[in-house]
């Protein structure tokens, strides 16, 4: 197998387009480098696994098996010419903590860390990361959100705050939103809505929602949960 230090004049090329380096390809940080290629974007992905990075060979623009805890082999990975990083390391808390650090004093633009716990994530956090995530915790909200209420999907965007799709409620079928009174009666906010066999459109005052219309709707999550249950 190649040695990781002959990729530095490589991993510069990466860097100077629109890219992103993931370190730690496990499930999570698999899933992100390969959404992130489909959407057109050219992903260094980093892994100590060999069997990892072997499994990948051609599926990312370039993928290298390194050790992130070592300050000279990301220099040599050329990571700090990356505007954005994202430390997607699993069950390994010490080296996760680690290789955000070194990134930090590689003084990386954005940098975007997953934290198993609360406990990893405030570590993170004291530590100056941009952004911290917490993939399983947040998918398993969500879930329980769609589980328990009428909700098609669910978005949880900021704490206590939500987008949720849902069927338009009958009080909503043939009178314009301002009409309706949406806002002020439940607190919530129509965004877009489509009709069965039309696309998705901006919603507007004037907008007139029909029987099996869908709509996106923002809010508190009490509210748009209780918004999502009428029928």
Known sequence: M??????????RRIA???????????RFGTSLALELMASGTEVL???GDEDVVQSLNGELTQVVRA???????????AVDEFDRVVVAIG???TASILTASLLLQLEVPVIWAKALDERHGAVLEQLGVHRVIYPEKDMGRRVAHLVRG?????????KGF?????IAPRALHGVTLAEAGVRAEHGITVAAHRSEAGSWANAAPETVL???DTVLIVGPIEKVERFAQLR
Do not use: P
Not at 2 to 11: E, I, K, M, Q, V
Not at 16 to 26: K, Q, R, T, Y
Not at 150 to 158: K, Q
């Open 2 to 11: 190649r040695n990781f230090l002959s990729f530095g004049h490589d991993a």
């Open 16 to 26: 100077e387009a629109d890219s992103v380096a993931v370190i730690g390809l496990g």
């Open 45 to 47: 992905g980093i892994d």
């Open 67 to 77: 050790d992130s805890t070592k300050l000279e082999v990301l220099r040599q990975l």
């Open 91 to 93: 069950s390994d808390i």
């Open 150 to 158: 009428a909700a098609a999907d669910y978005l949880e965007i900021d």
């Open 162 to 166: 939500a987008v949720v799709k849902t």
């Open 210 to 212: 029909q029987a099996g």
